[in-house]
């Protein structure tokens, strides 16, 4: 049962009264100065057992606590609120002795005044700055790990109030199949450039609108030069007169303006120059485009059309973001086009390395054979990709935090100490998002109530960096 202070008080009194008379004690009689001095040493004394001993934090005067331990704001280190009121009589020897007592199982890095936390000093008492006690910075005042991420420690019942909850990261089945829309395009690597190698003007333009199938060989156009010209009589006076290698060197300085072998033939066997030279096609496909007329004057690089083989098409699709790690290079897909109920077999031929900055896709490349022509460039298509299932490390899509320098989570550490932690992470669905590297299996992340951990962290890191203090 506890003793009321005005009891005390009574017996004290009780008790000097007694003193002062010496009845029956056998005790010698005290004056009454002795005896108010003993009395008010008996008061001191249950009054400073009494006192209730609070902490606070000096930079948030409003946090007040029962217990040591750390600003919930700003992670500094509580100080006690009666213990600065009871050595407010102690001189600077004293509270020295006293600080250094209270702190004895920490080791004390430095002293520093919290609105002047980037000068040091190397003992306790009161700021120049500032009419205030210096606070210590003890070594584990900010615990870190590998990345520097500093601890967050919140009491119980914060975290509470807070409705702080948390998840363990495990493995779960993860892959599947993957859809995207896409549309045709022409494949870039079966496209054929065709150019004049020398000058001349253009005749008898066999091909006369983009759009046209042509095939291998067939007539394309005919070429007045000038230089062709001068080139075939070399040629042909080389042959008369017996001179092989000089008519080699013609013969292959004709060729490398684009004159076909046939051509040459032609020339050596029937000893005539053409005045017109024929040019042919080169390749099988679709004349994409035109680019010159008869009566056209080329110069040598000018363009003269482009060839598209279309015996195959590129297919490219635009995946959502989260779904892309899931896609690779090599991997079977089946494609549906509009209009065209046959699915058609493909295989992924790249995954380009840039995303749709708006719409937050990826390009993912595939090429399918179109031998009939059925497919067209432009046309739409739908694509479903046959991702592999594998059990992957995981967490809730909730738990990820995103900032302009990459992906972080918040870990729960045990015993209300909290930290972030950078991760890498892969592809995502509606209930969960693959982590390729950052987090263990079985560890516990944050799922609601992160944002408030996320910015008490990254609070008490910048307060470390003003003190002084390392990450």
């Known amino acids: ?54 902490y ?16 919930p704001i700003c992670g500094m280190d509580l100080v006690p609120i009666a213990g600065l009121e009871h050595t407010h009589g102690m001189n600077a020897g004293q509270e020295e002795t006293q600080a250094t007592q209270n702190s004895s199982d920490r080791k004390v890095l430095y002293w520093y005044d919290p609105m002047r936390p980037e000068q040091h000093f190397d003992k306790p008492g009161k700021s120049p700055f500032m009419d205030m006690q210096l606070v210590p910075k003890y070594a584990d005042a900010t615990e870190t790990e590998s990345g520097g991420k500093p601890v967050v420690s919140i009491s119980a019942a914060t975290i509470q109030k807070m409705g702080v909850r948390t998840e363990k990261v495990g493995k779960s089945a993860f892959g599947g199949r993957v859809r995207a829309t896409a549309i045709v395009m022409d494949n870039e690597r079966a496209r054929r450039d065709v150019f004049s190698q020398v000058e001349g003007r253009v005749e008898d333009l066999k091909v006369s609108a983009e759009g046209d199938r042509v095939k291998k060989g067939d007539a394309f156009y005919t070429l007045v030069s000038p230089d062709l010209v001068a080139l ?65 004057y080329v110069k040598t690089g000018d363009m003269i059309g482009q060839i598209q083989d279309l015996s195959t098409v590129w297919i490219e699709a635009a995946v959502p973001e989260g779904d892309l790690p899931a896609v690779r290079a090599g991997d079977s897909a089946t494609v549906v086009f509009t209009g065209n109920p046959r699915p058609y077999d493909a295989r992924v031929d790249y995954v380009y390395p840039t995303i749709d900055g708006e719409a937050r896709t990826g390009k993912v ?55 972030a932690r950078d991760v890498q992470t892969g592809a995502s669905s509606a209930d969960k998002t693959e982590i390729l590297s950052g987090l263990q ?9 992160q ?8 609070l008490k890191e910048s307060l470390t960096k003003l003190s002084g203090g390392k990450e």
């Open 56 to 71: 606070t934090c000096p930079m948030h005067p409003q946090v007040i606590s029962d217990t040591p331990g750390k600003c």
């Open 441 to 449: 299996e079985g560890e516990e992340v944050v799922t609601s109530a």
């Open 365 to 419: 490349r595939l090429v399918v054979d179109n031998k009939d022509g059925s497919l067209k460039p432009a046309g739409y298509a739908t694509v479903e990709f046959a991702a592999a299932v594998a059990e992957r490390l995981t967490v809730p899509p909730e738990a990820i935090l995103r900032s302009s320098t990459g992906d972080h989570v918040i870990v729960a550490r045990g015993k209300g100490k909290f930290q």
């Open 232 to 296: 075939q009589s070399d040629y042909l006076a080389a042959l008369s007169g017996g001179l092989k290698d000089l008519a080699g060197a013609a013969a292959k300085r004709m060729e490398l303006l684009g004159v076909e072998p046939q051509v040459v033939a032609t020339v050596a066997k029937s000893r005539e120059a053409y005045d017109n030279v024929p040019f042919y096609v080169p390749s099988d496909g679709v004349l994409s485009k035109l680019a010159i007329k008869s009566g056209a």
């Open 1 to 54: 049962m506890k003793i009321k202070p005005l009891s005390l008080l009574i017996g004290a009194l009780i008790g000097t009264q007694v003193l002062l008379n010496g009845v029956g004690t056998g005790l010698p009689q005290l004056s009454h100065q002795d005896s108010l001095q003993w009395l008010l040493g008996i008061s001191t004394a249950h009054a400073e057992e009494s006192a209730e001993v609070k």
């Open 451 to 458: 944002f408030l951990i996320d910015s008490e962290s990254s």
